[in-house]
Every structure is written in C-alpha cells, then in structure tokens.
C-alpha cells in the first residue's frame, strides 16, 4: 500500500483475524486474537512506510477503508 486511506469511527466498527490475512505483518509477533481493523491496518501501515489519510466514509463512496496501491513497472 503506498497510501492507506481511512476514516477511524467507520472502520473501529471492525474487527479482522491477523491468521486469516496471511502477509498481513504487524510486528514482531502477529495477535492471535482479533483485532479492531482500525488499529490493525494502522500497524500495518506504519510498518510498510504507507502514507496514512485520515478522511470520511462519505468521501471513499461509504467504504470505511481504502488504499492505493504501489505499483513499479
């Protein structure tokens, strides 16, 4: 992800299984439990240098989440 856009109230409402997100890294050791999916891909995001864009659901079309990719070609 190179930008990791997200409005935190909307995506605190989820939850995600670290286990079920294989390549999904949060440190040195990866939560069993689940996790609040703000948080997590806030983890995340600072772990991969993404640039992070606090922003509403309404300006991402109601999606909670959203990322623009890294793409070298």
Do not use: K, Y
């Not at 935190?8 to 609040?36: K, M, N, W």
């Amino acid at each position: 992800v190179d930008q990791l856009m997200l409005d935190p109230d909307a995506a605190a409402d989820f939850t995600l299984l670290p286990s079920e997100h294989p390549g999904l890294a949060l440190g040195a050791s990866t939560p069993e439990q689940e996790l609040r999916a703000d948080q997590a891909l806030i983890a995340a995001a600072c772990l991969t240098d993404a640039d992070l864009a606090v922003t509403t659901a309404a300006t991402m079309g109601g999606a909670p989440v959203a990322a623009l990719l890294r793409w070298n070609q």
